[in-house]
């Protein structure tokens, strides 16, 4: 089997973890120059669609606030936000069902475990974390304590592997904003803090 992924070093090193079996032939590319079993475009958010040339292939698109409607149909979107690609069990959506089972295949081969969502803004897990670092912002602008208190707190109550706030700088803010902003548009609930908007337009 043969894929090409397209993706920055972060994605590179956490797609590498994830393990590759030896049946297994992985290029990291920024272009189609040659056929593949599958493809990977970990930079969608960042870069846009990579792999316009491929219709009749699986591609796995890092796609977590766009739906699958703004996708082509061969598609499957991933969570590969930074921290979620490292994870046991990823998180994927095909529209096509075609396309749903063989990039099943692929990831079976690949022997990484995953789950299949909603064609949702967020999905599940990125939603659930967005709104977590969103609280934690209302509870620093309220001057509850501070970050690094915040994350101590979740990280011995809860035990994440993260507190809120080292979870927005891995993620990156912007895109925990513009999942916010996001959902939102349909849920008020999502509305994004004061303070998390302050410090994104001041950085």
């Known amino acids: 089997m043969y894929i090409i992924v397209k993706a920055n070093a972060q994605q590179k090193e956490a797609f590498l973890l994830k393990g590759v079996p ?10 189609t120059e040659t056929a593949a079993d599958a493809y990977f475009d970990l930079c969608y ?39 979620f690609l490292k994870r046991e069990v990823i998180e994927i959506f095909a529209t096509d069902s075609q396309i749903g089972t063989d990039g099943m295949k692929i990831l079976e081969t ?34 509850i304590s501070t970050k690094k208190e915040i994350d101590i707190a979740m990280k011995l109550g809860t035990n994440y592997p993260y ?33 998390l908007e302050k410090e994104l337009h001041n950085k």
């Open 163 to 195: 507190g809120p706030f080292e979870w927005s700088e891995k993620i990156g803010l912007q895109k925990i904003y513009a999942l916010l902003k996001k959902l939102s548009e349909k849920d008020e609930r999502y509305a994004v803090a004061p303070a």
């Open 45 to 83: 958010e960042e870069e846009g669609f990579a792999f316009t040339d491929v219709t009749n292939k699986p591609v796995f698109v890092n796609a977590v606030i766009d739906c699958a409607d703004k996708l082509p149909v061969n598609c499957i979107r991933i969570n590969g936000w930074n921290g």
């Open 22 to 31: 030896e049946e297994v032939q992985v290029d990291f590319l920024d272009r």
């Open 110 to 143: 690949l022997h990484w475990k995953y789950q299949t969502v909603p064609d949702v803004p967020g999905m599940i897990a990125a939603r659930v974390i967005a709104m977590i670092i969103n609280e934690a912002y209302f509870g620093l602008g309220d001057e």
